[in-house]
């Protein structure tokens, strides 16, 4: 997706938190699984960082869709389906849940409500706030 930035992007951030004003709104560029996003001005990248979809008990998950629970993103390394309650939990490896199995891919960044994008699809980001430590 391609997106010019805010024109108050680059303003500094208040007590270390930036968020989005107004709706950034594009198209997929790809067929694929979203779980990574870059915010550009032209050439200079000024932040990247996961792309994952809340955990939902009970559903369908692909090889290598991420999702987050308790504040931390995980990749699908086994397709299935989520278990009915509870979902991945820790920072390691091979991580059981329900018939999928998960890694931890860091912590939760961006949120977006559909992972699985296809060329032209609109893609909205309606809220983002990025808080550094």
Known sequence: ???ALPSDWLTAA??????KNGTWAGTGSANGL?????IKQSTTCHMQGLVSMPWAASTAVL???HMHNGGNAYVVTTAGTT?????PTGTGTGISD????WNYVGPQDMTIDN????VSQPV?????THTVA
């Not at 208040?14 to 968020?19: L, T």
């Not at 278990?83 to 979902?87: I, K, L, N, R, T």
């Not at 909205?124 to 983002?128: A, G, K, N, P, V």
Request: glycine residues 18%; proline residues 0%.
């Open 115 to 118: 992972v699985s994008i296809a």
């Open 83 to 87: 278990a009915g309650s509870g979902g």
């Open 14 to 19: 208040s007590g270390g938190v930036k968020s």
């Open 98 to 101: 329900g018939t999928a199995v």
């Open 1 to 3: 997706m391609t997106q």
């Open 34 to 38: 979203a779980r990574h996003y870059r």
């Open 124 to 128: 909205t980001i309606s809220t983002f």
């Open 63 to 65: 090889l290598n869709q």
